[in-house]
């Protein structure tokens, strides 16, 4: 990075958690728009790491920089797969305390966990005994009526005490019962606002905003405020969105990178995973959005829609599917 241009921190973009789509070859395909985006893993439970027949924990350690999130409640596990997940490589252990599904609940983990302030800080505190790199947490603004601005200062008044620097807030409140985890994304209201206050009443910890955020615009904005932004859904369906966000946000002597090149850059990887056994459905799943508004984008989708999971589908399907793009 040139002299003139600013140190920034590591999390000032970065894309979000999503079970069953940032998987290890979603991350990848991202990392080819973006060298500093900061990526997460979806969330894994410890209990799945701990008694897992395959390995949990796998990935490419050129998709760094990679969060590992973690869902869990127990200290000693999260303190042992926090272990585990930095001798791997992994760049941040980041605990799910935002997720309010049915199941999370169940398990002890999740939005649930905003309740029982003091056992997250036990939780953050055993995990960061145990490693060097970052312990950060994930949470709401609030759940159910546990929503006012003193609860949430109390909740990460708390968790800091341990030493955690790191909040990322989902602007939104959850409830844990009445909705779905997809209407917890939609119906409750936004409120920048309290997460611009809460950087405000906490200037020395790093505040990550989340929720809603679609645009370059937006992020911007929001930069104005608080120390990051992450994107969740935007990025996912619209990749080419992370091409620009080198330059706009890190290093304006960054260059843009175009889907194409994106996919391009693909190829070598999907020639190695499909010689180590890998369906190349469940790599280019994640790249059905790379031409959004390009001409051709439709015809992309569809064309890999159909002879991806194929048997014997190889490279030259995403190589045909790309004749579909105007260049």
């Known amino acids: 990075m040139p002299q003139n241009q600013p140190h920034f921190y590591r999390g000032r973009f970065s894309v979000a958690p999503m079970l069953d789509w940032t998987t ?42 990679v969060a ?73 603004i609030g759940i159910d009526d546990l929503d006012s601005y003193e609860f949430l200062c109390d909740f990460i008044e708390k968790i800091q ?28 209201p936004l409120d920048y606002e ?24 937006d992020m911007q904005q929001h930069l104005q405020f608080v120390d990051g932004v992450m994107v969740g859904r935007e990025a996912y369906q619209n990749p080419s969105l992370l091409g620009l966000i080198d330059q706009a946000l890190f290093d304006a002597s960054m260059p843009i990178v175009t889907p194409r090149e994106a996919v391009l850059a693909m190829l070598p990887y999907i020639e190695q995973q499909l010689s180590q056994g890998v369906y190349l459905n469940h790599i280019v799943r994640h790249m059905l959005g790379a031409f959004q508004h390009c001409k051709g984008a ?20 995403v190589e045909k599917a790309l004749d579909f793009i105007e260049k």
């Open 68 to 140: 590992l999130q973690l869902g869990g409640s127990v200290p000693k596990q999260l303190q042992h797969c926090a272990k585990l997940a930095e001798e791997r490589g992994y760049h941040e252990i980041n605990l799910n305390v935002g997720c309010p599904s049915d199941r999370v609940q169940n398990g002890m983990f999740g939005a649930c966990l905003m309740a029982k302030a003091d056992l997250v800080a036990e939780c953050i505190e055993k995990m960061q005994q145990a490693v060097k790199i970052p312990v950060t947490v994930k949470t709401r």
């Open 194 to 217: 309290r997460v611009y206050q809460l950087k405000r009443d906490f200037p020395q910890l790093k505040i990550v905003i989340n929720g809603g955020i679609k645009t370059i615009e």
């Open 24 to 65: 290890r070859h979603c991350r990848y395909f991202h990392r080819q728009f973006s060298k500093h985006a900061l990526l997460y893993t979806e969330m894994v439970t410890t209990s799945a790491i701990i008694h897992a027949k395959y390995d949990l924990l796998d990935f490419d350690l050129l998709e760094n920089p």
């Open 161 to 188: 005490n341990k030493g955690c620097q790191e909040f990322i807030i989902h602007a939104r409140k959850a409830w844990l019962s009445g909705l779905s985890p997809k209407e917890n994304r939609e119906i409750p």
């Open 298 to 317: 439709r015809q992309w989708r569809r064309y890999l829609s159909e002879n991806a999971f194929k048997q014997g589908a190889g490279v030259e399907v």
